[in-house]
């Protein structure tokens, strides 16, 4: 493979990363961006290797790519990259590559302050404001949401049994609430937090199997969701959430804040209106709301909407030349 060079805004997301990929990316095939994201994954997953792991990312890093919409009705669409792989969906990714395209003139809206968005997991509505020229704030209405099962029980390695719930809000993530053998998430490091997960996830999706109704390709558990009390008194709930191998959100984690709405709204303690103030483990903070109550299949759901901001850090000419660079795609400690 000769020299390639991938043009590359960098963000963040509430203190996430978000490396947004806007000049070099691959012509993919498919009629829409589930199945972008499955040729992708066949034929171009050294992209992603490259540019999410060491040394040119590292174990938190979370990016995208900007694509056409498939549907001409449509603004955009994005496939999400990260170094678990290609996420179906990802809130935190959406706000950061959002704010990118609108400040940096890589799209042009329809609508000005609307966009429609095609995601892997499905269409996603938009709404941006303005602050002079720079984004102040993205509002995304993500795909449906639901709890998928309820007082689950897992014999954890560390903590020993552990009750938890899962629930799907673009991504399946097993939601561990306090209780005796998890005293919550503050009570721990990131560390600590890291290592409970790894084994758990194994486990768990041993044990349970998880599929979406309506697509079958989208299974399993990817994320660990740790609930605890929360860092300001305006706040409706906290999380840790556990993604890639070594990673813990910085943000509140758009796709886990759906998650848990959906599991509040199907346990009584949410409503159609509501909204939730949810808290990352650094104290930044996405404003969730659950727009709608649906069904998925059978199953009850809700449309949940997220509301957070990104700021973008630089712009990065990444090269990746594996004739030269032992490391051109990466590696993983
Ligand atoms: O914001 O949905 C999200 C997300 C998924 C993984 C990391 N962040």
Known sequence: MAAKTFFCVDAHTCGNPV???AGGAPILEGKNMFERRLHFMKEFDWIRQGLMFEPRGHDMMSGSILFPPSDPANDMGILFIETSGCLPMCGHGTIGTVTVAIEQGLITPKIPGELLVEAPAGLIKVKYQMNGK???SVKLTNVASYLAGKDLE??????????FDVAYGGNFYAIVDPQENFKGLEKYSADELIAFSRPLRTLINDKYKFQHPENPQ???VSHIEWTGATLSEEADGRNAVFYGDKAIDRSPCGTGTSARMAQLTARGKLNKGDQFLHESIIGSQFMGRVEELTKIGDQDAIIPSIEGWAKITGYNNIFIDDEDDPYAFGFQV
């Open 19 to 21: 490396r947004v990929i």
């Open 154 to 163: 897992i014999e954890s390695p560390h903590l020993g049994k552990i009750t």
């Open 218 to 220: 989208i299974s399993g």
């Open 134 to 136: 720079k984004v102040s």
